[in-house]
């Protein structure tokens, strides 16, 4: 058994970066069903967040996305998340929503609308100035809805053209994600459909430039801890975008549909150096139907408990049982941390940060809920805008 | 081969209902693109239908999507219609968009709820008696996101319940067309996911409750053609919702994404006996990124290219050839049927009907596309509402 | 928390069937990996489950498979089976491998060969009869894998028309279970491809016909809990043949894949009554490169592990938070179940039972291994013979 | 429209490849239903192939399979290939069916079992000097069907090791082309499943390593002409494993099951100058239950048909209505071509090359598949010996 002081002290570390956008109404393309007490603007989507970070301890940073949480002052938001204990994170950008995309953004056939993407993506990397954020997530709503409607391969060239302009724009320490996902909302080819295609540019760009793993961005039946594992090896894994779906990109919470390959890839990072390599592990779901205070919790300890079960396999007796050629007893390595109720260790955790062991109950128990209902009437509650 | 008579013949006889929401704006959860020229109202909605019927002659009915073309007197609107060349079609339900409905409609744990839902689908009846239509279209977009969420036991007995009570209140030549979508809006489960469950329902409620096959809501890799023919063999088949998809629910144009396969479908129809045994051939799609009108037109012409195929397979030949265990050869008589081009044969079809033999060219060169840009200003335009 | 004398005393009496043919050498169509070993014989084959059921107490029964398993006599094999604590199960058919089948068994478009396969399905009643197995387990390879081979509709005629025959001759405790099968060995497609398709022949035969789930018969996406739901509230599910799957018909040990999957299966199975309600729950695995015996222990250790996690949800919480419509507290009783370590509990069972709490490690311990690789020399290895 | 003499010239110059395994038996897990008249040895298969050619004018190389395909002196293998207007073509290595491959090939954990495989490989290498043979293609059934089962990044490592052995053993006009699979034989995850693991092992091995794209390996959903288009850029795509899947691999006859993406495909290459940039079009089919030679010879033509077609798009249209954003336009440009019957053009292309327009019908007349049945008794039939 690993030590278990090492675990402890590495989940202890551990940081999952909430999305700004979780915390404000969403939806399906049949309705967005709006709830009570939703953030209206960035300064109520941080103190949402800062509920988060408080009950688990492993919240820090927030995301935002631009122009959803657009602000004149990004040193007053920024301040506003120090005082709540928070950081600004990573900065994602909006390629997808202004009327000039309707047929895509730096893809487009036609230069102007490339050239306002673009702008739009420099400014991105003006607000990373002002907020002191390292990631700028790139993910592009790029695509076609049916055959012939655009030349794929040119497409190719002018997303490569846009994005060394982006990344020839970005700072010392400051770095690309490019996040790929294989449909929605072009539905016949997304430009950046698989990771092979997103590492492929990454590589061309540089070292800043790395690769987004969505967890719902994939096909059914791909293996994605082997992309982690793949990506890890190749230096190119930049982050995460954590979510979980039965079908499509269904953005539930995290861990909600499939456990065990949340452990998974949770196991391939660990084995592969990636909690301590740069890699960005952010939420990006939607919670359409359920409180979204309480979802975000329950998905950041989602994360901790398939962490703290990663860290818990034995490496040496599995990798013994590798070396045999012993098919069942490596599974079984695998399995015994899978199955181990990690909970009280997780509670442990908590308590010796100074946190309640309970993070959901002490959460429900603050009276928030029931506050920022009470509070925030009037006005118009964040969302997608769509 | 089939005698082109009586191919030609069930050409100029079919028919194929377009939706009125089809003519309106659509979009994903990301963006809706809103279109100029597009319908403000179920009357501009019909005008639009009617450019369809004329350059095409096979789409004579409009299927209306209650609240969305709620009218205050729809003896007025059947009037425009026909006034138009055009009846009412197929009456949709909307059991997903009510606030109330968050967590399912008829399926509702709440029997306040269900209660409301059901008051919708009898206002939906209701209307069927005004308009004169003959199908009630139901399908529920009720399900949970997440295990454990509500008792699927139970959502069924609370579905067989509110669907035996609208049965009960369908007039003697009214139907009710019972959908099933694998999933979205619900992400864990929906309540009528597959064939099976629409058809186990239908069978308890009679012979008025049919299944209604929406191209675009089958898990990958399902033979649609094949629950096609085990519908019709069980005298279960109601009607079609046609569209295509590459990946998901896409929604895009009948024909787009996978022509031999609509081609297989109609073929069970006609082998089946489908084409005169009352199943209803009606669209359901989402023209998110391309122009309305034409994408209808192109839709329709794609059904009658598939049905025309299908309606050339030699049949005695295939017959034979099946008989012999021959498996290239009947192949190759499917093959033959499938490789024709029938657009020819459609062009003299619509001569003789006294139509352009060219439907796109003709609805291009009326300048309708230019009338409604120019006279639909201001107001509201019609779409989801979602 | 339910209470734990019943969850223990439920999980006293749980009985899972092994299939004789997992003993047995298996491959894909790339290799067959021969073991070491392996039996020779049914008989060697009865020997080696009576180890499953030794360690682990919930294995009583094995299912057979005609004609792998065919004997000259089955009062001696019953007896044999006896002789070490064992009774003989489900006998399931093989319509798939003679030469005559190459385009199918029952769903031939040649009487004769349709005769052929009728006769044999009548002969395992015939030995079901000798055996006092309860189940015919009927799996039918039938299908095509081009469009147009063979007519879907009459397939399904005959098919029906077979079964039929087939049921007639049951006797007044015997039962057929239906199996579906998306695809594989017939790629275009089968003739009993979904839970549909066996539900609709089994509701027309009568009530000794019913459905059996093979967990890995499904496309992608498909929510097999909900098809179990479905089938028990229509009195429909004759039994289960366990397995998991990443991909196809992978054939791996149950609960290997998706465990979280299995415990959702085996939840609606206690929800609906199924543990009570004559339920066969099977096993039917391929262990193409893992031991077999120790495999075959590791997956019944998996089921009753997954049955434990199911048992322990508290269903009257659950009820409520249902009621209340609140999403993530209902979520979260039935997480709590499926994150608690179960396997102490098992141990007790165990303890209870008599047995070493620890299956696989008593089994290799006992040298049974070691002996069968010593003893069973010369002689051809039982398998697929394919 | 393109000039139709262009057309023809570039149809006339067209080879596909077809593989020797293809006329041996083949099938399933389930059974191999052996077929009359089969080759016994590999020139026999040669004759065969020698008949696709003769009778499609565009099949002139057959792949090679190693040991499938082993004979004692490959000159005369070579000069009876010639004998009959063939040539050899691709050396296909086979690290799957020794029994030291259990568990792996060159990703083993075993060095000596590496070295195994590697010494294969570089035989393979020694063949196709003797043979002339340009391209090495390697697919590897290695991989795990366990998590846990052995560690994912070391078998990248020992991949890449044991792929630049290879890599520098290979002459100056020779390549090696890896192939990417999904799933099977391996069911948890394979070692190269997709294109971007090919891909980047390519990359770093050097310009003679190139990507080969089996059309039936990809999960469900996947855009395979995208991948194409995408390579094609890179200047990595090396060749293409054709064959059609409604699954999984189901290795049925190239455009069977969907005629409208191996058309897709092929306007891909088309476009991207895939034609004439050395990329191998290779057959890699089972026909398990049809006859073999005519089944090849229909594939060959069912490649033909695609490619006419996708020749036939009108590019200048087709780029005209991309640039101004014409959605229905730009597909309504590629449909044309699709939906055009290429039948007759491709007769005439046969009958300019001094060919029966019809080659399934002259093959038929031929009398060889009498004579093959009639001549070829006793021996043993080849197949894959698996």
Not at 34 to 51: I, T
Not at 170 to 195: H, I, N, S
Not at 330 to 340: F, G
Not at 361 to 386: L, M, N
Request: charged share 25%; hydrophobic share 40%; glycine share 8%.
């Amino acid at each position: 058994m690993t030590e278990l002081a090492a675990v402890k002290a590495a989940l202890k570390t551990q940081a999952v970066e909430t999305p700004s956008w979780a915390y404000g109404n969403s939806g399906t393309r049949f309705k967005v069903f709006a709830q009570q007490g939703v953030p209206r603007d960035p300064y109520e989507k941080l103190a949402d967040a800062a509920q988060v970070h408080e009950f688990t301890g492993v919240a820090p940073t927030v995301a935002l996305h631009i122009p959803w949480d657009k602000v004149e002052d990004y040193g007053a938001l920024a301040k506003y998340a120090e005082e709540r204990g928070l950081k600004l994170g990573t900065i994602n950008s909006n390629t997808f929503q202004d009327d000039a995309f309707k047929l895509g953004s730096i893809c487009h056939a036609d230069p102007a609308v490339r050239r306002k993407a673009l702008d739009h993506l420099l400014e991105c990397v003006d607000i990373m100035d002002a907020t002191g954020s390292r990631d700028l997530k790139l993910w592009f709503a790029d695509g076609t809805n049916y055959p012939g409607q655009d030349d794929i391969r040119e497409r190719q060239d002018r997303l490569a053209e846009g994005l060394a302009e982006v990344y020839d724009r970005l700072g010392d320490d400051q770095r690309m994600l490019l996040e790929y996902k294989l449909f929605e909302p072009a539905f016949y080819t997304t430009d950046v459909p698989d990771w092979g295609t997103a590492y492929a540019h990454c590589l061309k760009l540089g070292e800043k430039a790395q690769v987004v793993v969505d967890t719902g961005h994939h096909a059914p039946g791909t293996n994605i801890e082997f992309i982690v594992a793949t990506l890890l090896r190749e230096r190119k894994l930049g982050g995460f975008d954590f979510n979980s779906r039965f079908y499509a990109d269904d953005d539930l919470m995290v861990g909600a549909a499939d456990p065990f390959q949340l452990f998974r890839i949770l196991y391939e990072v660990s084995r592969g150096g990636g909690f301590t390599a740069g890699v960005a592990f952010m939420l990006d779901q939607c919670h359409n139907i359920e409180a979204k205070i309480p979802a975000i919790i329950r998905s950041v300890m989602n994360v901790q408990e398939a962490t703290a079960k990663a860290l818990l396999v034995d490496r040496e007796a599995l990798a013994v049982a590798q070396r045999e050629g012993d098919v069942l007893g490596a599974n079984a390595v695998l399995m015994d941390a899978y199955n181990t109720d990690v909970r009280p260790l997780l509670g442990e955790v908590r308590e010796e940060l100074g946190l309640d062991p309970d993070p959901m109950g002490a959460y429900r128990r603050s009276g928030w809920a029931e506050k920022i209902v009470e509070e925030r009437v009037g006005g118009t509650q964040a969302g997608w805008g769509a």
